[in-house]
């Protein structure tokens, strides 16, 4: 009869909990893709599969060793699918992704497969084998065969690599949602539910976690690890796995807001920071000085007759077709000539609205002035005017009664 390890119950309790909601949570994604045809979901599917693998893995073959031996370093050519897999999410979560397998994912899981290359000869040798160099490693007097050394060799140029190649795609995500962050603010006028705040969180929480756990386990590497480690396992799998899961199944429509990547024929723009003059930048453009102080002036008509910037959903898209002229074109305008991002340009107009509610109209009170000013939510609102005012809302209303 197999003798479990004290603490073997509440590992594999949490450890069913995470096979559990991550199949849970792969269903519905499945499913989502099915009717709306959504990339990011099954990559964000894929990516909880894989991390669900690799604890179930690293806990069977630590856990009953003696009896599953062929678990013995079964994760390792795993473990790179696993930032791979997220960055493939934030990317195609941000911009537009029509199909799952292409040249260029094929291309991002080829350390993957090296790494099983490499693994290979020692996933091919006898489960004594295996056990003997899994408990024997430490031991200096050991003649291990050719494929167990080598093996033996590959341990932590692996090891380095592997947290040096998550920490690069974790890097590189942050960059996606950094220029997707850029992208909405000259697409969009608001932010709530399309800035996958949460998916940064969560990818700061990886590069911490890539960080400790690798160096917890590594020190203890063995055929045991102490308690504390599979508690720290436990806990940051059901944790990650658990926010994934409510984010990645409850974000709305995911991927409806995505935007066509720099360089596309999208009519977005991303400029980033505005470090050149208007006049150098337009040196180049098809656009001449005057088409540019014309489209500016019916923007600014726009803006002051019909204003549009009370529609909460506005996107840069509708304020380019009710003047008839080109996204591109007002982007450019906006941006450059303006010298605001689109969300800056109408959240001004919201809050220069707002500023005569308060000071004329005492029979609203300022939840109400918020919806019809065209902001989404208090908070987003408060946050605007203050950093236009540096007064609060109430403080303003107060402040301009006193005056009157």
């Known amino acids: 009869m197999v003798q479990l390890p004290h603490f073997a119950i509440p590992v594999i309790f949490g450890l069913s909990l995470c096979i559990g909601q991550t199949l849970f949570a792969f269903i519905l994604l499945l499913r989502s893709y099915l009717k709306d045809g959504q990339v990011a979901n099954i990559y964000l599917a894929v990516f909880m599969c894989l991390l669900c693998s690799c604890l179930s893995l690293f806990f069977l073959f630590d856990l009953w060793?003696?009896?599953?031996?062929?678990?013995?370093?079964?994760?390792?050519?795993?473990?790179p699918g696993i930032p791979v897999t997220l960055f493939l999410y934030a990317k195609s979560i941000s911009f537009?992704?029509?199909?799952?397998?292409?040249?260029?994912?094929?291309?991002?899981?080829?350390?993957?497969?090296?790494?099983?290359?490499?693994?290979?000869?020692f996933f091919t040798l006898p489960g004594i084998e295996k056990i003997e160099w899994q408990l024997l490693t430490d031991d200096s007097y050991i003649e291990f065969s050719d494929i167990q050394q080598f093996t033996l060799s590959l341990l932590w140029p692996l090891k380095i690599f592997i947290v040096l190649h998550g920490l690069a795609y974790f890097y590189a995500i942050t960059r996606i949602l950094k220029k997707y962050q850029i992208a909405v603010r000259n697409t969009y006028s608001y932010t709530e539910g399309i800035n996958f705040r949460w998916l940064q969180i969560l990818v700061y929480?990886?590069?911490g976690l890539y960080l400790i756990y690798p160096t917890l386990k590594w020190v203890h590497y063995g055929s045991q690890h102490p308690f504390y480690l599979w508690v720290v396992s436990i806990f940051s799998g059901c944790i990650v796995l658990s926010l994934f899961s409510y984010f990645g199944v409850t974000q709305k429509r995911v991927g409806e807001n995505r935007i066509e990547p720099s360089g596309s024929t999208s009519n977005v723009i991303l400029l980033g920071e505005h470090s050149r003059s208007p006049q150098g930048k337009y040196k180049n453009s098809a656009l001449?000085?005057?088409?540019?102080?014309?489209?500016?002036?019916?923007?600014?008509?726009?803006?002051?007759?019909?204003?549009?910037?009370?529609?909460?959903?506005?996107?840069?898209?509708?304020?380019?077709?009710?003047?008839?002229?080109?996204?591109?074109?007002v982007s450019r305008v906006i941006n450059e000539r303006i010298g605001k991002n689109f969300m800056e340009f109408i959240n001004a107009y919201r809050i220069a609205d707002?500023?005569?509610?308060?000071?004329?109209?005492?029979?609203?009170?300022?939840?109400?002035?918020?919806?019809?000013?065209?902001f989404n939510s208090k908070t987003a609102f408060y946050e605007a005017f203050k950093k236009e005012t540096g007064l609060t809302?109430?403080?303003f209303r107060k402040q301009n009664q006193k005056s009157a």
């Open 65 to 79: 060793i003696v009896h599953l031996p062929h678990f013995i370093l079964s994760f390792i050519p795993l473990l």
């Open 96 to 121: 537009r992704e029509k199909r799952c397998v292409t040249t260029e994912v094929l291309l991002h899981l080829i350390p993957c497969f090296i790494i099983f290359t490499l693994l290979l000869p």
């Open 205 to 207: 929480t990886g590069i």
């Open 288 to 329: 001449s000085e005057s088409a540019v102080l014309e489209i500016e002036s019916l923007i600014l008509e726009e803006m002051k007759t019909r204003q549009p910037y009370r529609d909460p959903q506005l996107s840069v898209k509708q304020l380019a077709d009710g003047i008839d002229l080109s996204v591109k074109d």
């Open 354 to 374: 707002a500023k005569n509610l308060l000071a004329n109209d005492i029979t609203k009170n300022i939840i109400e002035i918020v919806f019809e000013v065209g």
């Open 393 to 395: 809302p109430t403080a």
